[in-house]
């Protein structure tokens, strides 16, 4: 079994799915490709052949395995490994605090995890609706090295839970931990493959089995790949990428990411609670059901239908000060992928 999950990089599902449902492979990255019709308006938001149900398909069977989920309140401890400017912390954080903040303006953060506490465990018992900020872990020195593989991710941390100084706090109940690269760090599979994924820890090698995520910043390596829409690949010529909406390429495109991560690490955090496909090793989680959909009458090519901010930025949803964009989720309830920006809420 891989022990990675390798899951993640934006946009467009539509046939994808259906090849990845039946090949079963993780590893089929996510690639943009050129436009179907050659327009640079491509992301126009206009509606162009409106589906109602996005992503729906009949070759979704997601199941539940009987595993946890995470019901009780949930704990983000975030390791920064590398170099990271406040400000960049900051979005990050503030997209983390929006989760379950009460207050912001529809359609809004807390409302797109309203999709994910649809999801219960085997008593009936939803997922958190409260996602906290923990402890953070500062690991500026690159304490192994600027290119990691599945398995050093692991002692980055551990090292992080068992330092000398103010070490994470290990709280298996809720407890989530975080790892963000910067933009020069390579992380096995990053880029071909991967933008993040999720796993849980080792008792062999951390000492416990804890649920943690990668999510690396792609400025440097793969902005196009990683960091879409917000810059488009050489190959797709014409096509102009979105202004970000925090004005930070990388950062933000490592929030639709980050959501991505933790919608999977609560609904199936030891990998055997909420996936589709037939294999456990090659999991189909409620995040990769709809990558590529942020909005109304999105898949194939195609976001969805999205703002424009005043200042021209491109977002899909408020957090508590700032706007992010943000990809859906799978509702099982319903069968198709929901976001609190769905025009017919
Ligand atoms: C797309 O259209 C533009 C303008 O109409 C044109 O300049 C460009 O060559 C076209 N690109 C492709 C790949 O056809
Ligand atoms: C969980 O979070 C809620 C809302 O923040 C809080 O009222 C409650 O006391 C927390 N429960 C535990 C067990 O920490
Ligand atoms: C809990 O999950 C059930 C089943 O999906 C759903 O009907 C209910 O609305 C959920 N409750 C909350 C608070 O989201």
Same mark, same amino acid.
């Given at each position: 079994m891989?022990?990675?999950?390798p899951?993640r990089?934006p946009?467009?599902?539509?046939?994808?799915?259906?090849?990845?449902?039946?090949?079963?492979s993780?590893?089929?990255?996510?690639?943009?490709?050129?436009?179907p019709?050659?327009?640079?308006?491509?992301?126009d938001?206009?509606?162009?052949?409106?589906?109602?149900f996005e992503?729906s398909?009949?070759?979704?069977?997601?199941k539940?395995?009987?595993?946890p989920?995470l019901?009780?309140?949930?704990?983000?401890h975030t390791?920064?490994?590398?170099?990271?400017?406040r400000n960049?912390?900051k979005v990050?954080?503030?997209?983390?605090s929006?989760?379950?903040a009460?207050?912001?303006?529809?359609?809004?953060?807390?409302?797109w995890?309203?999709?994910v +506490?649809?999801?219960t465990?085997?008593?009936g018992s939803?997922?958190?609706?409260t996602?906290?900020?923990?402890?953070?872990?500062?690991?500026?020195?690159?304490?192994?090295?600027?290119s990691?593989?599945?398995?050093?991710? +692991?002692s980055?941390?551990?090292?992080?839970?068992?330092?000398?100084?103010?070490?994470?706090?290990?709280?298996?109940?809720?407890?989530?931990?975080l790892?963000?690269?910067? $933009?020069?760090?390579?992380?096995?599979?990053?880029?071909?493959?991967v933008?993040?994924?999720?796993?849980?820890?080792?008792?062999?090698?951390?000492?416990?089995?804890?649920?943690y995520?990668?999510?690396?910043n792609s400025?440097?390596?793969?902005?196009?790949v990683?960091?879409?829409?917000?810059?488009? $690949?050489?190959?797709?010529?014409?096509?102009?990428?979105?202004?970000?909406?925090?004005?930070?390429?990388?950062?933000?495109?490592?929030?639709s990411?980050?959501?991505?991560?933790?919608?999977?690490?609560?609904?199936?955090?030891?990998?055997n609670?909420?996936?589709?496909?037939?294999?456990?090793?090659?999991?189909?989680?409620?995040?990769?059901?709809?990558e590529?959909?942020y909005?109304?009458g999105?898949?194939?090519s195609?976001?969805?239908q999205?703002?424009?901010?005043?200042?021209?930025a491109t977002?899909n949803?408020?957090?508590?000060?700032?706007?992010f964009?943000?990809q859906w989720?799978?509702?099982?309830?319903v069968?198709y992928?929901?976001?609190?920006?769905?025009?017919? +809420?």
């Amino acid at each position: 079994m891989r022990q990675g999950y390798p899951r993640r990089c934006p946009a467009l599902l539509g046939l994808t799915l259906v090849t990845v449902l039946l090949f079963l492979s993780p590893v089929i990255g996510w690639r943009p490709r050129p436009w179907p019709h050659n327009k640079t308006n491509a992301y126009d938001h206009t509606f162009g052949d409106s589906k109602k149900f996005e992503g729906s398909s009949e070759f979704v069977h997601l199941k539940y395995h009987m595993g946890p989920v995470l019901t009780a309140n949930i704990t983000v401890h975030t390791i920064w490994y590398g170099i990271w400017e406040r400000n960049q912390k900051k979005v990050i954080r503030e997209f983390i605090s929006s989760i379950s903040a009460a207050n912001s303006k529809h359609p809004s953060v807390a409302g797109w995890w309203k999709t994910v +506490q649809l999801y219960t465990d085997q008593t009936g018992s939803n997922i958190s609706r409260t996602v906290r900020l923990g402890a953070e872990k500062n690991d500026r020195f690159y304490s192994h090295g600027k290119s990691l593989t599945r398995l050093s991710i +692991q002692s980055v941390i551990k090292s992080a839970v068992t330092a000398k100084t103010k070490p994470l706090p290990i709280s298996p109940k809720g407890g989530l931990y975080l790892l963000l690269t910067s $933009p020069d760090v390579y992380v096995q599979d990053f880029c071909g493959q991967v933008c993040g994924f999720h796993y849980f820890t080792f008792p062999s090698i951390v000492g416990y089995t804890l649920p943690y995520a990668w999510v690396g910043n792609s400025a440097k390596l793969c902005p196009g790949v990683c960091a879409y829409p917000f810059a488009v $690949p050489d190959y797709i010529p014409g096509l102009k990428p979105l202004k970000s909406p925090n004005g930070d390429i990388g950062v933000d495109g490592m929030v639709s990411v980050i959501g991505h991560e933790l919608a999977e690490l609560a609904t199936n955090p030891l990998v055997n609670a909420w996936y589709a496909g037939q294999d456990p090793s090659f999991p189909v989680e409620i995040a990769d059901l709809c990558e590529g959909i942020y909005g109304t009458g999105g898949g194939g090519s195609y976001t969805g239908q999205l703002f424009s901010g005043e200042d021209g930025a491109t977002f899909n949803m408020n957090g508590i000060r700032r706007r992010f964009l943000v990809q859906w989720v799978w509702n099982h309830v319903v069968s198709y992928c929901t976001g609190p920006n769905a025009l017919d +809420q």
